[in-house]
């Protein structure tokens, strides 16, 4: 299939792993230029070794940078347009949602700081992109609340629905 993608350049979020990594793996399968980051360095760069490894290392760039640091979603738009050039044409906030717990166990205050750290994080990431999307426009896909069927097989595992 060909999304036109080829020679894009996008940003993904919470590329380490899950959805955010099989995101990434997608728009490289398409020949887009793609920078992940996580806040794990070391996962991250496991991740980008992978990716690189099957699409070559001029395609990926793996940053560590946590969602939640303005400085650090600044930084990877920065360093996104130094390695790749003048635009960004795809933006993919994904991090996942509040702990894994019953939702009687979930407070309001944790509710409340989950719910920030991802608002924030959407509206940094696109104020940090925006000026650099091109005039025919880009795509932004906002992943909230993201969660692993493995995390649901291991909560049904502990008796929580």
Same mark, same amino acid.
């Given at each position: 299939?060909? +999304?036109g993608?080829? @020679?894009?350049?996008?940003? $993904?979020?919470?590329g380490? #792993? /899950?959805l955010?990594?099989?995101i990434?793996?997608?728009?490289?399968s398409e020949?887009a230029?793609?920078?992940?980051?996580a806040?794990r360095?070391?996962k991250i760069?496991?991740?980008?070794e992978q990716?690189a490894?099957?699409y070559g290392?001029?395609?990926?760039?793996g940053?560590?940078?946590d969602?939640?640091?303005?400085a650090?979603?600044?930084?990877?738009?920065?360093s996104? +347009?130094?390695r790749? @050039?003048?635009?960004?044409? $795809?933006?993919?906030?994904? #991090? /996942?949602?509040?702990?894994?717990?019953?939702?009687?166990?979930?407070?309001?205050?944790?509710w409340?700081?989950?719910?920030?750290?991802h608002?924030?994080?959407?509206?940094?990431?696109?104020?940090?992109?925006?000026?650099?999307?091109?005039a025919?426009g880009?795509?932004i896909?906002?992943v909230?609340?993201?969660?692993?069927?493995?995390?649901w097989?291991?909560?049904r595992?502990?008796?929580r629905p």
């Amino acid at each position: 299939m060909d +999304l036109g993608l080829t @020679g894009k350049v996008a940003i $993904v979020g919470g590329g380490s #792993d /899950g959805l955010g990594f099989a995101i990434a793996d997608r728009l490289l399968s398409e020949g887009a230029f793609v920078t992940i980051f996580a806040r794990r360095a070391e996962k991250i760069a496991a991740a980008a070794e992978q990716l690189a490894g099957k699409y070559g290392e001029e395609q990926v760039l793996g940053l560590a940078a946590d969602c939640s640091v303005a400085a650090d979603i600044d930084q990877v738009t920065a360093s996104t +347009l130094e390695r790749f @050039g003048p635009a960004v044409h $795809v933006l993919v906030t994904n #991090d /996942g949602g509040p702990p894994i717990r019953r939702i009687s166990e979930l407070t309001d205050d944790v509710w409340l700081q989950a719910f920030a750290r991802h608002f924030f994080y959407v509206v940094r990431s696109v104020r940090a992109t925006l000026p650099h999307m091109t005039a025919e426009g880009g795509s932004i896909l906002n992943v909230v609340f993201g969660v692993r069927p493995s995390a649901w097989q291991r909560l049904r595992q502990c008796g929580r629905p």
